[in-house]
């Protein structure tokens, strides 16, 4: 299983930025898909999830509104939007997804930072 994230990088308050991860080794339109963040001296946690197919999603109250989780599952490919950026939101964001209740896998992570 590989989860490879990309597209972070610096942005200025209200910005925006679109965050991927593409997945192979498993049968990526059967799992659902998590967005992690975690900031310096900060525990991580939970920002988006996407259900296998795409119909349902959930957010942290931090990000409702501003950000949008989505998926491409003939791409093998899950995507955060984020709008509205705030200096808050500077974190390494994390691809993460569940195959059972052992096989927990993580991307490297991207760094988002928001800054004037």
């Known amino acids: 299983v590989q989860l490879v994230e990309s597209g972070g990088g610096l942005v200025q308050p209200g910005g925006s930025l679109r965050l991927s991860c593409a997945a192979s080794?498993?049968?990526?339109?059967?799992?659902?898909m998590n967005w992690y963040r975690q900031a310096p001296g900060k525990e991580r946690e939970l920002v988006a999830t996407?259900?296998?197919?795409?119909?349902?999603?959930n957010y942290a109250d931090s990000v409702k509104g501003r950000f949008t989780v989505s998926r491409d599952n003939a791409k093998n490919t899950v995507y955060l939007q984020m709008n509205s950026l705030k200096p808050e939101d500077t974190a390494v964001y994390y691809c993460?997804?569940?195959?059972?209740?052992?096989?927990?896998?993580w991307g490297q992570g991207t760094q988002v930072t928001v800054s004037s």
């Open positions: 993460n997804t569940n195959l059972d209740w052992v096989r927990t896998y």
């Open positions: 080794g498993f049968t990526f339109s059967r799992y659902a």
């Open positions: 996407i259900t296998s197919a795409g119909g349902s999603t």
